[in-house]
């Protein structure tokens, strides 16, 4: 792991509570930033298989940067509502990440921050966040469409310790989260039914650490949601995360948090895609609480390309293997950058 600049004390130190349950014990030990200086924070990469960084982490370690050069005047800790961010490069898990925060706007109501993720002095991410405080306003929400309980569908978890595969063996071991997808996953062959729209429930996979605050708990959304999002751009034209040649990596990231929310609970994703064209693909996701409560709205366009693409006619129909893949088949796993 890459050494990072050694804190001049403990306040040097994001405070993010911890927890010795594996994988998400790594995962919060990821958002623990080392404190540069007013503005500055450094931080490490989880291990993945691909050497490059993925997007959720480098998103929820940005928007923590951000939040911590917000202002203490006494009106109460202004909450994260949106970001609106650019993967500009891939990031290398081996290198270290230094987080540069330009406070671009404290109102009385609203503070705004640009945060760009930083690797050999290049950009890999740049994002603007922005926050609030907590205020009364107009409410109206829509309603969260019915959906089978989570407990009663199958775990990619199980999948995983089922696939004798490298990626599958990884991803049982280091997924922080459980995904439960409503429809036929798409994992290892492409859907029987070619739609733009997908449901499922997502949660953590053990028990958070108490003291986790809602800023942390939107960062942790960040960091999840990040998995899944083009999936819909996979449903729709038949293909799965192991389609051979498959290159995909997120471009932008939109989110809105609209309502408290505890990613320790079972969430649920109504997903779609509203379009594809030119090798891009946009997914849009509404989030909802067990309650039905919308807690939050996430757009995200990433490269979605297929060998065949470049090539005219007729595309083939979905891919179905009858069988799980071998070690030697590829198999992306979801949103490696």
Same mark, same amino acid.
């Given at each position: 792991?890459?050494?990072?600049?050694?804190?001049?004390?403990?306040?040097?130190? #994001?405070?993010?509570?911890?927890?010795?349950?594996?994988?998400?014990?790594?995962?919060?030990?990821?958002?623990?930033?080392?404190?540069?200086?007013?503005?500055?924070?450094?931080?490490? @990469?989880?291990?993945?298989?691909?050497?490059?960084?993925?997007?959720?982490?480098?998103?929820?370690?940005?928007?923590?940067? %951000?939040?911590?050069? &917000?202002? *203490?005047?006494?009106?109460?800790?202004?909450?994260?509502?949106?970001? /609106?961010?650019?993967?500009?490069?891939?990031?290398?898990?081996? &290198?270290?990440?230094?987080?540069?925060?330009?406070?671009?706007?404290?109102?009385? @109501?609203?503070?705004?921050?640009?945060?760009?993720? #930083?690797?050999?002095?290049?950009?890999? #991410?740049?994002?603007?966040?922005?926050?609030?405080?907590?205020?009364?306003?107009?409410?109206?929400?829509? !309603?969260?469409?019915? %959906?089978?309980?989570?407990?009663?569908?199958?775990? !990619?978890?199980?999948?995983?310790?089922?696939?004798?595969?490298?990626?599958?063996?990884?991803?049982?071991?280091?997924?922080?989260?459980?995904?439960? /997808?409503?429809?036929?996953?798409?994992?290892?062959?492409?859907?029987?039914?070619?739609?733009?729209?997908?449901?499922? +429930?997502?949660?953590?996979? @053990?028990? &958070?650490?108490?003291? #986790?605050?809602? &800023?942390?708990?939107?960062?942790?959304?960040?960091?999840?949601?990040?998995?899944?999002?083009?999936?819909?751009?996979?449903?729709?034209?038949?293909?799965? +995360?192991?389609?051979?040649?498959?290159?995909?990596?997120?471009?932008?990231?939109?989110?809105?948090? /609209?309502?408290?929310?505890?990613?320790?609970?079972?969430?649920?994703?109504?997903?779609?895609?509203?379009? !594809?064209?030119?090798?891009?693909?946009?997914?849009?996701?509404?989030?909802?609480?067990? !309650?039905?409560?919308?807690?939050?709205?996430?757009?995200?366009?990433?490269?979605?390309?297929?060998?065949?693409? *470049?090539?005219?006619?007729?595309?083939?129909?979905?891919?179905?293997?009858?069988?799980?893949?071998?070690?030697?088949?590829?198999?992306?796993?979801?949103?490696?950058?």
């Amino acid at each position: 792991m890459p050494q990072l600049p050694e804190a001049p004390d403990a306040a040097a130190v #994001l405070d993010v509570p911890q927890t010795d349950a594996e994988p998400m014990a790594t995962v919060l030990s990821t958002l623990r930033l080392t404190r540069l200086g007013p503005d500055e924070f450094a931080g490490t @990469s989880l291990p993945q298989l691909s050497g490059r960084i993925y997007g959720g982490q480098v998103l929820a370690q940005s928007v923590l940067a %951000a939040a911590a050069t &917000l202002p *203490a005047d006494g009106d109460g800790q202004r909450q994260l509502h949106s970001v /609106h961010g650019y993967f500009l490069r891939p990031g290398k898990v081996e &290198l270290p990440i230094t987080f540069a925060v330009e406070r671009l706007h404290d109102g009385r @109501s609203f503070s705004t921050r640009r945060t760009h993720a #930083l690797q050999q002095g290049k950009p890999i #991410l740049s994002l603007i966040s922005s926050y609030q405080e907590d205020q009364p306003g107009r409410e109206h929400a829509g !309603a969260a469409p019915d %959906a089978p309980d989570p407990e009663s569908l199958r775990s !990619a978890l199980t999948l995983f310790d089922e696939v004798d595969h490298p990626v599958a063996k990884f991803m049982s071991s280091t997924a922080a989260f459980d995904i439960r /997808h409503v429809e036929q996953d798409i994992y290892l062959r492409g859907a029987n039914e070619r739609t733009d729209a997908q449901m499922l +429930w997502m949660r953590a996979r @053990s028990p &958070l650490p108490a003291g #986790l605050t809602q &800023l942390q708990h939107r960062a942790l959304l960040a960091y999840a949601c990040d998995q899944v999002l083009l999936e819909p751009v996979l449903r729709r034209h038949g293909l799965s +995360w192991r389609t051979p040649g498959l290159s995909v990596a997120s471009l932008d990231h939109g989110m809105w948090w /609209h309502r408290p929310l505890d990613v320790g609970q079972w969430l649920l994703y109504v997903q779609e895609s509203p379009s !594809a064209q030119g090798g891009r693909g946009l997914g849009i996701a509404k989030v909802f609480d067990t !309650a039905g409560t919308h807690v939050a709205t996430i757009a995200q366009e990433g490269m979605v390309r297929v060998p065949d693409d *470049a090539e005219p006619g007729p595309r083939p129909a979905a891919e179905q293997p009858t069988s799980v893949p071998r070690p030697d088949e590829e198999w992306k796993r979801p949103s490696l950058r």
